[in-house]
């Protein structure tokens, strides 16, 4: 039992080990996020409809088959469905009918409307990719947003513990006498605004985090750690290999957005085929097989018939030249209900007897229907113009965009450049600081100065590689190399 617990406990320590121990990189995420973003979901949703659509393009290309079935009874007058003769006889009847139409032509309608839905299933498809995009680009965002945040972290606790030893020295050096005790409150306070910035950066960082399990749908409340790389190692191609020009013609051809809008103009085209020929006759084909049975629900008495009289019809018959009046018997009968089984005597020759086809070609004429089809037709019309335009509007703003890119990722490598100078020249000037004031020949105010100086400085310079490394990746993925650290 003991060996037992032992054993649970170790599953249960590795299990959680493992747990908070499993980080995040980019790759996973972004792969997370496809599968589990309700965006993309949507998207998914939307193709499913177009998929749907295509099939029922599909099936109307085939004919249409109907079958129908009526048990029941008719009472007072009707008509006889075996004789088509009116009685008043209580009858019980049954039919059966399969019937259909197969289109045989209508200007390629049918064709045209297949073509178009297959079309804009294409389209749709390339949609959950654009989706999957867009949501990769934020999610690369956050996540670089998250590691530079990590990063003043980092500078930030770096920053505490310089000045708690700075602060340890100052004691030190005024228990000796040979600083005041000035310098000790002013670096007491310093090592406050430290920490409060460390509060700070660990607060934005967490403000990442959340913004991150967001865009993957993940509880906020789940344990989420995040990997790390180096930055330094992240592989970034040179601005010769992505000239704007270059990178703009190479995204007009692999963007999901700009393949999805060629699909959908080319639907819409087809459409306005489908829609036109729903102005001409259509030609079609109609069949049926039907039969049905009938036998009365009642049947007369044998023991209750009888002859009461007769009467004249006022009809003679001339026998040896004499004319004689016709009589008629005067009949008396009384009816009673049949059993079950003698209500479908003679069922299945009835079927056999009663058993029609018909086979029929038809043609449709559209002469007036309010309008509906014409406006059909002009609408699908101005749906294809204003495709077109926005189709020319997504280049547009591509081509806008990567330009952009590119103007703002010169910037950031200009901004990172600088920081990396003003990080060493603060890193010298601190240095300096630090040993005179070691030695005494500088003040606490000047050291102080020049420690914020450096913090200031490196917590730029994690700002401005982050930024330029992401717009480096941003003009990557729209070259149509995918989103890679």
């Known amino acids: 039992m003991k060996k037992s617990i032992t054993i649970f406990a170790c599953l249960v320590s590795f299990h959680a080990f493992t747990q908070t121990t499993d980080k995040w990189d980019l790759r996973r995420c972004v792969d997370y996020a496809t599968k589990n973003n309700i965006s993309v979901k949507q998207a998914a949703v939307q193709a499913k409809l177009s998929a749907l659509q295509v099939k029922q393009a599909q099936y109307n290309l085939f004919p249409t088959a109907n079958f129908s079935s009526n048990l029941g009874g008719q009472f007072g007058r009707s008509i006889d469905p075996t ?12 039919s059966y009918t399969l019937q259909g139409n197969m289109t045989i032509y209508n200007w390629g309608r049918l064709r045209y409307t297949l073509s178009s839905q297959k079309n804009n299933l294409s389209g749709a498809l390339l949609d959950i990719e654009k989706t999957v995009n867009d949501i990769s680009l934020n999610i690369a965002n956050a996540y670089l947003l998250s590691l530079s945040s990590k990063e003043q972290i980092r500078v930030a606790e770096i920053q505490v513990e310089q000045t708690q030893q700075q602060l340890e020295i100052t004691k030190k050096q005024y228990a000796a006498g040979s600083v005041p005790e000035l310098n000790v409150l002013q670096l007491e306070a310093k090592l406050s605004s430290d920490s409060s910035n460390l509060i700070t950066a660990k607060s934005s960082y967490d403000v990442n985090i959340l913004s991150l399990k967001a865009l993957l749908n993940i509880d906020e409340a789940e344990t989420f750690l995040l990997d790390s790389p180096d930055i330094e190692k992240i592989p970034v191609e040179s601005f010769a290999d992505l000239q704007p020009d270059v990178v703009y013609q190479l995204a007009l051809k692999g963007q999901p957005q700009q393949k999805s809008f060629a699909y959908k103009i080319k639907g819409a085209e087809e459409s306005v085929k489908a829609n036109k020929a729903a102005l001409y006759p259509s030609f079609g084909v109609g069949y049926s097989l039907s039969t049905n049975f009938a036998n009365f629900l009642k049947s007369v008495d044998p023991s209750s018939f009888a002859i009461s009289g007769a009467s004249p019809t006022g009809n003679y018959v001339t026998v040896s030249g004499t004319n004689y009046l016709v009589y008629q018997p005067n009949y008396t009968y009384s009816y009673v209900g049949k059993s079950f089984g003698d209500w479908w005597k003679g069922y299945g020759s009835q079927l056999s007897d009663n058993f029609t086809q018909r086979i029929g070609i038809g043609v449709s004429i559209p002469i007036f229907s309010n309008g509906q089809n014409r406006v059909q037709y002009e609408s699908s019309k101005l749906n294809l113009a204003n495709l077109k335009l926005q189709s020319e509007q997504a280049d547009y703003t591509l081509k806008q965009n990567i330009y952009t890119a590119y103007a703002n990722a010169i910037a950031s490598y200009q901004k990172y450049i600088a920081g990396k100078k003003n990080v060493e020249s603060t890193q010298k000037a601190y240095d300096f600081a630090a ?12 050291l102080i100065t020049n420690q914020n100086n450096l913090t200031t400085a490196k917590l730029n310079l994690i700002v401005n590689q ?10 990557e993925f729209y070259k149509g190399q995918g989103l890679k650290l």
């Open 466 to 475: 982050y930024d330029y490394v992401f717009k480096m990746k941003l003009l």
């Open 83 to 94: 004789t088509n003769q009116f009685t008043t006889t209580q009858l019980l009847s049954q």
């Open 435 to 446: 040993k005179r004031y070691e030695i005494g020949l500088l003040g606490i105010l000047d």
